[in-house]
């Protein structure tokens, strides 16, 4: 059974444990941050990394910041987050952009990491930024590769630029040359999957750097790797001193410790998350999201603690069992609303909720006057209507509509959210396997 | 003869690693406690999962202590065995003919190149055989197997990409059947085991096999990258549970990464590895061996 548990789901154990106990000694946190220690291990993240991680938490919370505390469990998975932010961070770092156009990205990596399919996903991101990529077909090894990524390059609706099995260092020059005069603004190389020992593959590499100006050398690693993932990143960094990294197939079940290790292991940031097999399924890294989605995807305590100031201890408890019990009525989520206004910023929350980046809630969704207006339809509800959502006729949305200046179609609205927002409390509790994490 | 040795040789980078480890530990730790943790962590580090670590370990202390024997061989020698025995829990299945195996498993492990390579595995070994296209998903993946069914000179059954992937194992198993074909190897789109469409789609193409050539010797081979980490646990398990697995080919052995995942994989779902893949050439792949690969692990 812990064996399938996710690092969130053994951190939420562990510190559901803790939680239960009041103040902490040396000794009890020693122990939760060995369980620490073996989750992170299970989650894949190298043992060179893990054990400093470890250090640097334990030195952290066994001082008297945590003893001092009036709640020691809660101080101690906060700084659990801060320093998995820390080991991940620092935050979204965007593609760069060449001073002298075009923009040259390399793409590089393993066999089978996702290299052909990431090039058609970043032309669609490009494309959508307003820019005009051109993809460049330059795995000439592998058996029908340059197929694929014209197949790919179609549905994402940018030009590929081929040369057949022409070496790969003089397909690039050529491709760069075509793009100044055909006015691309971004070129992206697809590179054959090669080992990080293959000598005489990452002198090919190495040759394509010279031949053109390289902005960008991304470093495609797949999520589910294992230890050896640091092995890899530092190779491919040392030889080709890469800007970035893009961790794909993250939609599996995989617990991502690559995704702190290589941070760690080569100082180069995550640029990229695949999270899925369609052309749009691309999301910017967010070290923090990721940090709380590792730590329990809308981690509920961190979100009682962010709101220690806001709600009494008494009431963050009871949203707490409300979450657990998934017995969250609209009542609740207007004092969240509330609260939210008291701790300043919708973005902290949506951090905090459980599923916010699966279900893509768009931060417009959340701003200032989209909360006034969710007070006012919520005030203008009866009580029983708060605790009851699905007594809500079209009738008593009228009612509602005109009580609080808005449309039925708001209600609507609000009510689709207000279910969402239940169904993920629901999944938090539920298995692990559903979790993206 | 080097055909028994390209496992131990793929995994000589490998062997480096662990065996230099467990040197240091050697000359550093007298046998104790600390010695023990620290063998844990050398086999976690292999990619070996926690909890097999945790078990092997405190077998190999058991047995130490009770020997009353401490030296590096003594210890090494008893990691190595236990090793090996957890691989034999799984036994290698016995190939009969006619015989279909369908290779399934994530995106980006191998199974295309692996196909290719199974396929002139059975030619040198005088079968006939045939593949089945039935990656109908991932763009380009039916002409990459066509340019594998080539090189190793086997016929290949095949429609259109986007079509479906049963209609195509459909095709192929009654051509199998018409020219009397001893195998038939069946490509299946990668796919993540989360994903309980797809690992629907994959069930359906394994009742039509059923179904359809009740009288062939049916395997299912979850392709497994080297690569991989604890996660290979989650795939093999959930794999198990949709179409039931007869063995694992471990493929990218070459590089450096460990495979020590497959000890659980032996030991706890009782799936043999059967064949490992030792490059990218149609000739690089092995039957397993246990105690070579044990001998390449440590």
Redesign the interface.
Known sequence: M???ASLSERLNHIFSKLTKRGKLTELEIRQAMREVR?AL????V??KVAKNFIAEVSEKAVGQQVLASLNPAQQVIKIVNEELIALMGPGNVKLEVAPKLPTVIMMCG?????KTTMCAKLAVQLKKQGKRPLLVAGDI?????I??L???GG?AGAEVFERGTQDPVKTAKEAVEYARKMGFDTVVIDTAGR???DERLMQELENITKAVEVTEILLTV?A??????V??AETFNQRLNITGVILT?L?????G??CLSIKAVTGKPIKFIGVG?KMGDLEPFYPDRMASRILGMGDVLSLIEKAQEAVTEQQAKELEKKMRENTFTLTDYLSQFETLKKMGGANALLAMLPGAGKYKIKEGDLDEKRIERTRAIILSMTPKERDNPQIINSSRKRRIALGSGTTVQDINQLLKQFEQTKVMMKQMKGKG?RMPF | MGFFGRIRDALKKTKESVAHKMRQLFLKNKIGDAFYDELEEILISADVSVKTAEQVVAEVKEEAIESKIKDEQFVTDLLKDILEETLNEAPMPKIQYPCVMMFVGVNGVGKTTTIGKVANYFVRNKKSVTVAAADTFRAAAIDQLGVWADRAKVRIVKHEEGSDPSAVVFDAVSSAKARGTDVLLIDTAGRLHVKENLMNELKKMDRVVEREFPEAHFYKFLVLDATTGQNAYSQAKVFKDAVSLDGIVLTKLDGTAKGGFVFSLCGDLHIPVVFAGVGEKLEDLELFDAEQFVEGFI
């Open positions: 812990a064996l399938f073996i291990l299970e989650a894949d190298n043992l393993l066999q089978g990491a996702g090894y592998r058996p029908a590769a197929d694929q014209k197949v790919v549905k080992l990080h020992i797949d589910m790797t294992g230890q050896d993932a092995n890899v197939k939609d599996g079940d995989t617990r410790g690559a097999e396997r």
